[in-house]
């Protein structure tokens, strides 16, 4: 079982940067593959952002530019490194990790979920 938490949500103005971090558990950590995601009200979970078992990293077009992924295996963590954030970027941000090491926009490929974290960006 791995346990997936997300932290670092807040409000922001238009045009700011937050930075958000997700922890998981397990010693094989560096093997995991790690998505972000995010649900703003009333629409379906879409995909933001995702981080291979090797670093590679990969966008939805929407975030292309302004978010950067990345990871700390040493400290069993990624971030989510937010810049120019835009109302529209307001969503519950949901960190998931999957064994396969994949960097995939398929939210089915990930079985462990973190709770989620507010991210409300005022214009």
């Known amino acids: 079982q791995v346990h997936v938490v997300e932290s670092g949500g807040g409000l922001v103005q238009a045009g700011e940067s937050l930075r958000l971090s997700c922890a998981a558990s397990?010693?094989?950590?560096?093997?995991?593959?790690v998505g972000w995601f995010r649900q703003a009200p009333g629409k379906e979970r879409e995909f933001v952002s995702a981080?291979?078992?090797?670093?590679?990293?990969h966008y939805a077009y929407s975030v292309e530019g302004r978010f950067t992924i990345s990871r700390d295996n040493a400290k069993n963590t990624v971030s989510l490194e937010m810049n120019s954030l835009k109302p529209e970027d307001t969503a519950v941000y949901f960190c998931?990790?999957?064994?396969?090491?994949?960097?995939?926009?398929?939210?089915?490929?990930?079985?462990?979920w973190g709770q989620g974290t507010q991210v409300t960006v005022s214009s």
């Open positions: 981080i291979s078992r090797s670093s590679y990293g």
């Open positions: 998931a990790a999957n064994l396969r090491g994949l960097a995939t926009s398929a939210a089915s490929v990930y079985p462990y």
């Open positions: 397990g010693r094989t950590f560096s093997t995991y593959g």
